[in-house]
């Protein structure tokens, strides 16, 4: 499966190939993008982003998280039963208000094109890891409910919303860590998604 993020710009790219106008509609050259390096090299590629790129896509998130109806498309795409491929991430484009597609447009050219020209970035996985173990604290902390959405394990409509509110907690904790560990957790949530954080497992390196 696909991380999130790789399947966003394929979304934008093929809609930028198929309509034109589109690309200027987000203001951006998706020409730009050798989809094929970003495909066969999507980790590193996400290992080489700058930080500001990998921050301004946190941001777009943080910023639909706060809509609810963006905010439920968003969810569907971090569940762990989720398709992520382009068709799914069509559909949650296609909820999205044309400030967020803006937003999400130049974020994800920005992840690629800084990672497909860029040196590989400082990462540690037991950092990011604990950044968002420590925002999840915190979110227990200031929510009630918030460890029994993160660890839901259903398909029932009552576990996805759940699920979706702790999500949106965890966006908004996030928000107010200082930038390096907010981005390194933001690295890690692209990669691997949020069901990790729930269960402490670690991923094969």
């Known amino acids: 499966m ?11 790219a093929s809609a ?3 309509q034109p106008a589109r690309a200027q509609q987000y203001g951006i050259d998706l020409s730009k993008i050798d ?10 590629v996400l290992r080489r982003a700058s930080s500001p790129s990998i921050d301004a896509l946190f941001q777009a998130v943080l910023a639909s ?11 569907a795409l971090f569940e762990p039963d989720a398709d992520r491929d382009l068709a799914a991430f069509q559909r949650t ?4 208000g044309p400030a967020s597609r803006n937003r999400f447009a130049n974020a994800f050219t920005d992840v690629a094109m800084s ?5 590989p970035q400082a990462y540690d996985p037991a950092a990011a890891q604990q950044a968002l173990r420590a925002a999840a604290i915190t979110a227990t902390l200031l929510h009630d409910g918030f460890m029994l959405g993160l660890t839901a394990t259903g398909t029932d409509e009552a576990s996805r919303r759940a699920r979706c509110t702790a999500f949106r907690q965890m966006v908004d904790v996030l928000k107010d860590q200082p930038q ?3 981005v390194m ?12 954080v729930a269960d402490g497992q670690s991923p094969a390196r």
Request: glycine share 8%.
């Open 2 to 12: 696909r991380p999130i993020w790789i399947a966003g710009l394929l979304c934008l």
């Open 16 to 18: 930028t190939a198929a």
């Open 35 to 44: 989809a094929a390096a970003v495909l066969s090299n999507g980790s590193d």
């Open 65 to 75: 998280s706060r809509e609810p109806a963006e905010a439920r498309a968003l969810c």
């Open 93 to 96: 484009v296609d909820r999205l």
């Open 115 to 119: 990672g497909l020209q860029g040196q």
């Open 180 to 182: 390096p560990q907010r």
């Open 185 to 196: 957790a933001t690295r890690w949530l692209l990669n691997e998604g949020l069901t990790l």
